[in-house]
Protein backbone atom coordinates (compact mmCIF):
# COMPACT_ATOMS: atom_id res chain seq x y z
CA UNK A 1 0.00 0.00 0.00
CA UNK A 2 1.47 3.51 -0.88
CA UNK A 3 0.83 5.70 1.75
CA UNK A 4 2.00 5.52 5.41
CA UNK A 5 0.47 3.31 8.12
CA UNK A 6 -2.30 4.30 10.07
CA UNK A 7 -1.88 3.55 13.76
CA UNK A 8 -4.24 3.63 16.81
CA UNK A 9 -3.71 2.62 20.66
CA UNK A 10 -6.75 2.48 23.01
CA UNK A 11 -7.29 3.88 26.56
CA UNK A 12 -4.52 1.77 28.91
CA UNK A 13 -2.28 0.77 25.48
CA UNK A 14 -0.69 4.74 24.74
CA UNK A 15 2.72 4.14 26.16
CA UNK A 16 2.93 1.06 23.89
CA UNK A 17 1.09 2.47 20.87
CA UNK A 18 3.67 5.51 21.30
CA UNK A 19 6.83 3.02 21.79
CA UNK A 20 5.81 1.20 18.48
CA UNK A 21 4.98 4.35 16.75
CA UNK A 22 8.41 5.58 17.28
CA UNK A 23 9.95 3.07 15.75
CA UNK A 24 8.14 3.25 12.66
CA UNK A 25 8.47 7.16 12.45
CA UNK A 26 5.14 7.94 12.37
CA UNK A 27 2.81 9.36 15.22
CA UNK A 28 -0.36 8.01 16.82
CA UNK A 29 -3.66 8.98 15.21
CA UNK A 30 -5.81 10.93 17.10
CA UNK A 31 -9.55 9.61 19.06
CA UNK A 32 -12.21 10.85 20.63
CA UNK A 33 -13.38 8.91 23.58
CA UNK A 34 -16.47 10.10 25.49
CA UNK A 35 -17.91 7.78 28.17
CA UNK A 36 -21.45 8.04 28.95
CA UNK A 37 -22.58 8.64 32.86
CA UNK A 38 -24.25 4.84 32.58
CA UNK A 39 -20.80 3.30 32.13
CA UNK A 40 -21.30 3.66 28.11
CA UNK A 41 -18.28 4.06 26.30
CA UNK A 42 -17.42 5.30 22.29
CA UNK A 43 -14.56 5.83 20.36
CA UNK A 44 -14.07 7.69 16.81
CA UNK A 45 -11.07 8.46 14.48
CA UNK A 46 -10.70 12.22 13.94
CA UNK A 47 -9.19 11.54 10.65
CA UNK A 48 -10.72 9.98 7.18
CA UNK A 49 -9.93 5.87 6.98
CA UNK A 50 -11.11 5.85 3.96
CA UNK A 51 -9.36 3.50 2.24
CA UNK A 52 -6.61 3.25 4.38
CA UNK A 53 -4.63 0.47 6.01
CA UNK A 54 -5.38 0.44 9.72
CA UNK A 55 -3.61 -0.66 12.80
CA UNK A 56 -5.19 -0.48 16.29
CA UNK A 57 -3.04 -1.70 19.55
CA UNK A 58 -4.43 -2.66 22.79
CA UNK A 59 -3.08 -4.94 24.96
CA UNK A 60 -5.86 -7.05 27.00
CA UNK A 61 -4.93 -8.16 30.57
CA UNK A 62 -7.22 -6.73 33.07
CA UNK A 63 -6.12 -3.63 35.29
CA UNK A 64 -7.92 -1.20 38.00
CA UNK A 65 -9.18 1.07 35.79
CA UNK A 66 -10.72 -1.04 32.96
CA UNK A 67 -11.46 -5.03 33.05
CA UNK A 68 -10.83 -7.50 30.63
CA UNK A 69 -13.95 -7.51 29.20
CA UNK A 70 -14.09 -3.48 28.88
CA UNK A 71 -10.76 -3.86 26.95
CA UNK A 72 -11.73 -6.61 24.78
CA UNK A 73 -15.51 -5.01 24.10
CA UNK A 74 -13.56 -1.43 23.13
CA UNK A 75 -11.22 -2.93 21.17
CA UNK A 76 -14.08 -4.81 18.91
CA UNK A 77 -16.22 -1.79 18.76
CA UNK A 78 -13.24 0.45 17.34
CA UNK A 79 -12.90 -1.92 14.85
CA UNK A 80 -15.81 -1.99 13.74
CA UNK A 81 -16.03 1.76 13.64
CA UNK A 82 -12.74 1.50 11.52
CA UNK A 83 -14.31 -0.24 8.84
CA UNK A 84 -17.46 1.37 8.94
CA UNK A 85 -15.58 4.39 7.98
CA UNK A 86 -14.58 2.82 5.01
CA UNK A 87 -10.83 1.41 5.60
CA UNK A 88 -9.29 -0.64 3.25
CA UNK A 89 -7.77 -3.04 6.01
CA UNK A 90 -8.20 -3.22 9.87
CA UNK A 91 -5.16 -4.97 11.57
CA UNK A 92 -5.37 -5.70 15.22
CA UNK A 93 -1.86 -5.58 17.19
CA UNK A 94 -2.65 -7.57 20.73
CA UNK A 95 0.49 -7.70 22.76
CA UNK A 96 -1.21 -9.77 25.28
CA UNK A 97 -4.64 -11.99 23.83
CA UNK A 98 -7.23 -12.31 26.53
CA UNK A 99 -8.98 -15.61 27.11
CA UNK A 100 -6.38 -17.52 24.91
CA UNK A 101 -5.61 -19.83 28.03
CA UNK A 102 -9.06 -21.91 27.26
CA UNK A 103 -8.64 -23.02 24.14
CA UNK A 104 -9.53 -26.75 24.69
CA UNK A 105 -12.31 -28.87 26.78
CA UNK A 106 -10.77 -29.90 29.38
CA UNK A 107 -14.43 -31.71 31.00
CA UNK A 108 -17.83 -32.17 29.90
CA UNK A 109 -18.92 -28.85 28.71
CA UNK A 110 -16.42 -26.46 28.83
CA UNK A 111 -16.22 -23.59 26.63
CA UNK A 112 -13.47 -23.08 24.38
CA UNK A 113 -12.99 -19.19 24.88
CA UNK A 114 -10.55 -18.82 22.30
CA UNK A 115 -12.68 -19.79 19.79
CA UNK A 116 -15.47 -17.22 21.17
CA UNK A 117 -12.84 -14.33 20.93
CA UNK A 118 -12.29 -14.92 17.18
CA UNK A 119 -15.27 -15.18 16.55
CA UNK A 120 -16.36 -11.96 17.77
CA UNK A 121 -13.03 -10.26 15.80
CA UNK A 122 -14.53 -11.60 12.82
CA UNK A 123 -17.74 -10.36 13.23
CA UNK A 124 -16.25 -7.20 13.39
CA UNK A 125 -14.41 -7.30 10.20
CA UNK A 126 -11.49 -7.61 11.26
CA UNK A 127 -8.62 -8.49 8.58
CA UNK A 128 -5.72 -9.56 10.66
CA UNK A 129 -4.96 -9.81 13.99
CA UNK A 130 -1.11 -9.99 15.49
CA UNK A 131 -0.31 -11.36 18.94
CA UNK A 132 2.57 -11.82 20.83
CA UNK A 133 3.08 -15.47 22.32
CA UNK A 134 -0.36 -16.88 22.69
CA UNK A 135 -0.97 -19.82 24.75
CA UNK A 136 -1.39 -22.36 22.00
CA UNK A 137 -0.34 -21.19 19.03
CA UNK A 138 -1.98 -23.90 17.21
CA UNK A 139 -4.82 -23.03 18.78
CA UNK A 140 -4.50 -19.94 18.06
CA UNK A 141 -4.12 -20.10 14.68
CA UNK A 142 -6.81 -22.84 14.07
CA UNK A 143 -9.47 -20.38 16.20
CA UNK A 144 -9.22 -17.54 13.75
CA UNK A 145 -10.44 -17.51 10.12
CA UNK A 146 -9.07 -14.08 9.11
CA UNK A 147 -5.22 -13.95 8.76
CA UNK A 148 -2.92 -14.08 11.97
CA UNK A 149 0.68 -13.52 12.77
CA UNK A 150 2.18 -14.87 15.73
CA UNK A 151 5.27 -13.12 17.18
CA UNK A 152 7.48 -14.36 19.71
CA UNK A 153 10.44 -12.70 21.87
CA UNK A 154 12.59 -15.99 22.28
CA UNK A 155 15.82 -14.55 20.48
CA UNK A 156 15.20 -11.41 22.59
CA UNK A 157 15.56 -13.39 25.71
CA UNK A 158 18.36 -15.33 24.83
CA UNK A 159 20.65 -12.41 23.97
CA UNK A 160 19.58 -11.34 27.20
CA UNK A 161 20.30 -14.37 28.91
CA UNK A 162 23.60 -14.61 27.36
CA UNK A 163 24.86 -11.61 28.35
CA UNK A 164 24.07 -12.75 31.99
CA UNK A 165 25.26 -16.80 32.15
CA UNK A 166 28.35 -16.73 30.01
CA UNK A 167 29.71 -20.12 29.01
CA UNK A 168 27.74 -22.07 31.79
CA UNK A 169 26.30 -25.16 30.81
CA UNK A 170 21.98 -24.19 30.55
CA UNK A 171 18.78 -26.80 31.11
CA UNK A 172 15.72 -25.42 29.21
CA UNK A 173 13.08 -26.27 31.45
CA UNK A 174 9.03 -26.66 31.04
CA UNK A 175 7.16 -26.04 33.91
CA UNK A 176 4.39 -28.52 32.89
CA UNK A 177 4.58 -31.28 29.89
CA UNK A 178 2.00 -28.86 27.89
CA UNK A 179 4.85 -26.64 27.56
CA UNK A 180 7.55 -28.69 25.49
CA UNK A 181 6.84 -27.05 22.36
CA UNK A 182 7.50 -23.45 23.65
CA UNK A 183 11.02 -25.07 24.98
CA UNK A 184 11.78 -26.62 22.33
CA UNK A 185 11.23 -23.20 20.11
CA UNK A 186 13.24 -21.33 22.97
CA UNK A 187 15.85 -24.11 22.49
CA UNK A 188 16.14 -23.99 18.75
CA UNK A 189 16.67 -20.10 19.26
CA UNK A 190 19.43 -20.92 21.61
CA UNK A 191 21.34 -22.62 18.80
CA UNK A 192 20.72 -19.84 16.35
CA UNK A 193 22.36 -17.64 18.76
CA UNK A 194 25.07 -20.10 20.43
CA UNK A 195 25.67 -22.94 18.17
CA UNK A 196 24.76 -25.12 20.90
CA UNK A 197 21.71 -27.26 21.29
CA UNK A 198 20.85 -27.65 25.26
CA UNK A 199 19.23 -30.65 26.86
CA UNK A 200 15.44 -29.99 27.54
CA UNK A 201 13.75 -31.05 31.02
CA UNK A 202 10.15 -30.77 32.33
CA UNK A 203 7.72 -30.89 35.19
CA UNK A 204 5.17 -33.36 36.15
CA UNK A 205 1.47 -31.14 36.82
CA UNK A 206 -1.67 -31.52 37.30
CA UNK A 207 -4.13 -28.59 37.75
CA UNK A 208 -8.05 -29.48 39.16
CA UNK A 209 -10.43 -26.22 40.11
CA UNK A 210 -7.37 -24.32 41.06
CA UNK A 211 -5.22 -27.01 43.15
CA UNK A 212 -1.90 -27.71 41.10
CA UNK A 213 -0.52 -31.10 42.45
CA UNK A 214 2.59 -32.90 41.30
CA UNK A 215 6.71 -33.04 41.91
CA UNK A 216 8.58 -35.27 39.29
CA UNK A 217 11.43 -34.02 37.07
CA UNK A 218 11.73 -35.80 33.98
CA UNK A 219 15.53 -34.37 33.09
CA UNK A 220 18.78 -33.83 34.29
CA UNK A 221 19.65 -30.57 35.35
CA UNK A 222 22.92 -30.96 38.03
CA UNK A 223 25.66 -28.78 37.77
CA UNK A 224 23.40 -26.31 35.08
CA UNK A 225 21.65 -23.16 35.10
CA UNK A 226 17.69 -23.81 34.67
CA UNK A 227 15.56 -21.97 32.28
CA UNK A 228 12.36 -22.27 32.83
CA UNK A 229 10.13 -20.91 29.97
CA UNK A 230 6.35 -20.20 30.75
CA UNK A 231 4.26 -17.39 28.41
CA UNK A 232 2.70 -16.08 31.71
CA UNK A 233 2.55 -15.76 35.41
CA UNK A 234 -0.04 -14.95 37.26
CA UNK A 235 0.06 -15.68 40.84
CA UNK A 236 3.68 -17.20 40.34
CA UNK A 237 2.75 -20.69 41.99
CA UNK A 238 3.77 -23.26 39.14
CA UNK A 239 6.79 -21.12 38.67
CA UNK A 240 7.77 -20.88 42.10
CA UNK A 241 6.98 -24.83 42.24
CA UNK A 242 9.04 -25.54 39.24
CA UNK A 243 12.36 -22.81 40.48
CA UNK A 244 11.91 -25.28 44.11
CA UNK A 245 12.02 -28.43 41.91
CA UNK A 246 15.25 -27.27 39.95
CA UNK A 247 17.22 -26.06 42.85
CA UNK A 248 16.27 -29.46 44.50
CA UNK A 249 17.70 -31.58 41.52
CA UNK A 250 20.84 -29.90 41.44
CA UNK A 251 20.73 -26.71 39.20
CA UNK A 252 23.24 -23.95 40.14
CA UNK A 253 20.97 -21.19 39.23
CA UNK A 254 17.57 -20.56 38.05
CA UNK A 255 16.08 -18.39 35.93
CA UNK A 256 12.33 -17.78 34.62
CA UNK A 257 11.53 -16.49 31.13
CA UNK A 258 7.85 -15.10 30.91
CA UNK A 259 6.66 -13.71 28.04
CA UNK A 260 2.64 -11.84 29.69
CA UNK A 261 4.11 -11.22 33.25
CA UNK A 262 0.61 -10.00 34.64
CA UNK A 263 1.77 -10.55 38.47
CA UNK A 264 -1.37 -10.77 40.45
CA UNK A 265 -1.70 -10.86 44.37
CA UNK A 266 0.69 -13.89 45.95
CA UNK A 267 3.25 -13.22 43.19
CA UNK A 268 5.81 -11.44 45.43
CA UNK A 269 6.73 -15.00 46.38
CA UNK A 270 8.57 -15.51 43.65
CA UNK A 271 11.15 -13.08 45.02
CA UNK A 272 10.78 -13.78 48.48
CA UNK A 273 11.11 -17.68 48.36
CA UNK A 274 14.83 -17.28 47.01
CA UNK A 275 14.62 -19.91 44.46
CA UNK A 276 14.42 -17.58 41.54
CA UNK A 277 17.46 -15.90 40.66
CA UNK A 278 16.54 -14.08 37.92
CA UNK A 279 13.35 -13.36 35.85
CA UNK A 280 13.18 -12.09 32.31
CA UNK A 281 9.56 -10.27 31.49
CA UNK A 282 8.44 -8.48 28.39
CA UNK A 283 6.45 -5.29 28.62
CA UNK A 284 3.50 -6.73 26.95
CA UNK A 285 1.26 -5.94 29.98
CA UNK A 286 1.63 -3.60 33.04
CA UNK A 287 1.83 -6.30 36.05
CA UNK A 288 -0.47 -5.20 38.84
CA UNK A 289 2.27 -5.82 41.19
CA UNK A 290 5.46 -4.00 40.34
CA UNK A 291 8.44 -6.57 40.91
CA UNK A 292 11.60 -4.17 39.72
CA UNK A 293 11.87 -2.98 43.29
CA UNK A 294 13.08 -6.44 44.08
CA UNK A 295 16.35 -6.18 41.34
CA UNK A 296 15.63 -9.76 40.20
CA UNK A 297 13.55 -8.97 36.94
CA UNK A 298 14.83 -7.86 34.06
CA UNK A 299 12.74 -6.25 31.05
CA UNK A 300 12.82 -6.38 27.60
CA UNK A 301 11.20 -4.25 25.22
CA UNK A 302 9.07 -5.88 22.16
CA UNK A 303 7.70 -2.80 20.29
CA UNK A 304 10.25 -3.29 18.29
CA UNK A 305 8.46 -6.88 17.02
CA UNK A 306 4.91 -5.14 16.25
CA UNK A 307 6.75 -2.30 14.84
CA UNK A 308 8.77 -4.86 12.34
CA UNK A 309 5.21 -6.42 11.76
CA UNK A 310 3.74 -3.40 10.94
CA UNK A 311 6.19 -2.22 8.10
CA UNK A 312 5.54 -6.42 6.71
CA UNK A 313 2.21 -6.46 6.71
CA UNK A 314 2.13 -2.61 5.17
CA UNK A 315 4.59 -3.90 2.75
CA UNK A 316 2.41 -6.96 1.95
Known sequence: MSSEPVLFALEGSQAFG??????????????????????EHKSRPLESMRGRDVYVLHTLFGEE????????????????????AGAKRVTALVPYLAYARKDRRSKSQDPVTTRYVAQLFEAMGVDCVVALEVHNQGAFDNAFRCRTVHLEARSLFVNAIMDRIGNEDVVIVSPDAGGTKRVDRFRDAWA????????TAFLEKRRSEGKI???????????????????????????????????????????????????GPGSDQL??????????ITDSVTPQQAPEEQGQVTTIAVAGLFAQAVR???TD
Open 65 to 84: SLSVNDKLLRLLFFIATIKD
Open 18 to 39: HAVASQLGVNLADIEDRAFDDG
Open 271 to 280: YRAGAMDQLY
Open 213 to 263: TGDAVVGDMTGKVAIIVDDMVASGTTLLRAAEACKNKGATKVFGVITHALF
Open 312 to 314: ELH
Open 192 to 199: DTTGEQPP
